[in-house]
C-alpha cells in the first residue's frame, strides 16, 4: 500500500468486538492472566498496551522498519537510545542538532561516562577526525536544527558501518513522508513525535524505529527497565495525527518554500537557511534525499542584533511566539534565547548560532497571510 493508505489502515484496523472504526483506546494499567505464571500478549501497561502497541506498528509501516517503541517525549527516545552505551563509550554527533539532545548528551551522558564529540559538519572527513577508538554511536540530523544544514545519510551510513558504528537519525524535521533513513542504511530513526506525527500541539510523544530485531530488543529491554513509555490517551492522539501527515507536511512544504523565496528577496533579511533553495549548499543532496519536497522548517538572519531579533518575534500575530514545531499553526522563535538557549554562549557562537537567527515553523494557514505577517514584523 501507498504511504498515505498505511498511515491511515496499518494499526487501526476497525475493532472486532463492536465493528468501530477507530480503535478503542485502552486505559488499563494491568491485564488479567491465563494462570499463574502464565503470561498473555499484555500483562503491565509500561510493558506493553494496545493502544501503544497500534501506534508503534504504524510506526514501524511508515518508516520501513520492523518495529518501533513509542516514548514519554522525544528526548526519552533520545535517551533511551544513549542508554545502550556503557561508560567509556563515546558518541559524535553533527554540531546542528537541536539544544535539547545537546544538553542531554553534555550534561546528562556525560554523567554516565559516555563522552560526546560535535563534528563542524557531519560528513566522513569531518567525522574521521573526531573518531576515537570508544566510539560507538553516530547522532545526525538532516535538516538540522536550527541551521537547516543537510546531511548525505547514505554516506554517512557507510562510514558508520566502515567504523562499526550505530548510525542514529533524528528524522523530526523530514518526518517519513520526506525521508526514511533505514531504507539509506540508518540503524535507528528518533522522532519527537510531540511535532509533525502529532501535528496538532496537544500531545507530548517520542519514537525509536529500527530495522534489526536484535537491535529492538535491546532498545525494548531498556524501556521496559527505564519506565518512559508513552501513555494511551497520547498514543491515540499520535495515531490519529498520522492519518493526515502526508497531506500535511506537503502542503507546509509549499508554503515553507514560497516564503523562503520572499525572505530571500527581502534586504532587510541577510540570508535564508533553507534546503529548497538552490544556493542552499545541501540543495543537491536534498534533492536526492527528501521525496519531492524540503519540509515545513525554515531559518533566516536579520541584518540586526539581539534586540532587533527580538523585536521581530514578539511583532508577529499568526506567527506564534513559543518552542516546538510541526503543528497546524505556524510558530517563530529566536533559537538563542529559546530552543538552544542549553548552549553556553561560546558553544552558541562556534556553531554558528547567533543572535539574529529566527526559526519558523510554517503551519498551514494561508501563505499570503504568513508573508504579510512577516512584512509587517520585519518593518517593527
Not at 43 to 69: C, Q, V
Not at 108 to 126: C, D, F, M
Not at 309 to 322: E, G, I, N
Amino acid at each position: 500500500m501507498e504511504f498515505r493508505t498505511r498511515a491511515i489502515h496499518v494499526g487501526n484496523e476497525r475493532d472486532k468486538a463492536t465493528g468501530a472504526v477507530v480503535p478503542p483506546i485502552h486505559l488499563a494499567s494491568t491485564f488479567i492472566q491465563p494462570g499463574a505464571g502464565e503470561w498473555g500478549e499484555y500483562d503491565y501497561s509500561r510493558s506493553g498496551n494496545p493502544t501503544r502497541k497500534n501506534l508503534e506498528r504504524t510506526l514501524a509501516s511508515l518508516e520501513g522498519g520492523t518495529g518501533a517503541l513509542a516514548f514519554a517525549s522525544g528526548m526519552a527516545a533520545t535517551h533511551g537510545a544513549t542508554m545502550l552505551l556503557e561508560a567509556g563509550d563515546h558518541i559524535l554527533a553533527g554540531s546542528d542538532i537541536y539544544g535539547g539532545t545537546y544538553r542531554l548528551l553534555h550534561k546528562v551522558a556525560s554523567r554516565a561516562g559516555v563522552t560526546v564529540s560535535l563534528a563542524k559538519e557531519a560528513t566522513p572527513q569531518a567525522l574521521t577526525a573526531e573518531l576515537t577508538p570508544r566510539t560507538k554511536m553516530l547522532w545526525i540530523e538532516s535538516p538540522g536544527n536550527p541551521l537547516m544544514s543537510i546531511t548525505d545519510i547514505r554516506a554517512c551510513s557507510e562510514f558508520a558501518k566502515r567504523h562499526q558504528l550505530l548510525l542514529a537519525v533524528d528524522n523530526t524535521f523530514a518526518t517519513p513522508v520526506l525521508t526514511r533513513p533505514l531504507e539509506l542504511g540508518a540503524d535507528i530513526v528518533m522522532h519527537s513525535a510531540t511535532k509533525y506525527l502529532g501535528g496538532h500541539s496537544d500531545s507530548l510523544a517520542g519514537a525509536l524505529v529500527v530495522g534489526d530485531q536484535d537491535l529492538y530488543n535491546r532498545l525494548y529491554f531498556i524501556q521496559n527497565a527505564t519506565g518512559a513509555v508513552l501513555s494511551p490517551f497520547d498514543s491515540f492522539l499520535i495515531s490519529r495525527g498520522l492519518k493526515t501527515l502526508e497531506l500535511r507536511v506537503r502542503e507546509q512544504s509549499k508554503t515553507a518554500l514560497a516564503l523562503a523565496q520572499f525572505l530571500a528577496a527581502d534586504p532587510r533579511v541577510k540570508r535564508v537557511l533553507y534546503p529548497g533553495l538552490p544556493g542552499h549548499p545541501g540543495h543537491a543532496t536534498a534533492v536526492t534525499q527528501m521525496d519531492g519536497a524540503f519540509g515545513a522548517m525554515l531559518t533566516f538572519e536579520l541584518q540586526g542584533d539581539f534586540a532587533k531579533t527580538k523585536r521581530v518575534v514578539q511583532a508577529t500575530h499568526l506567527f506564534q511566539l513559543a518552542v516546538s514545531l510541526g503543528a497546524v499553526e505556524s510558530l517563530i522563535e529566536q533559537p538563542a534565547s529559546m530552543s538552544h538557549a542549553s548552549y553556553d554562549a561560546a558553544a552558541r557562537a562556534e556553531h554558528g548560532i547567533t543572535d539574529g537567527l529566527i526559526r519558523l515553523s510554517v503551519g498551514l494557514e494561508a501563505v499570503a497571510d504568513l508573508q504579510a505577517d512577516l512584512d509587517q514584523a520585519l518593518n517593527a
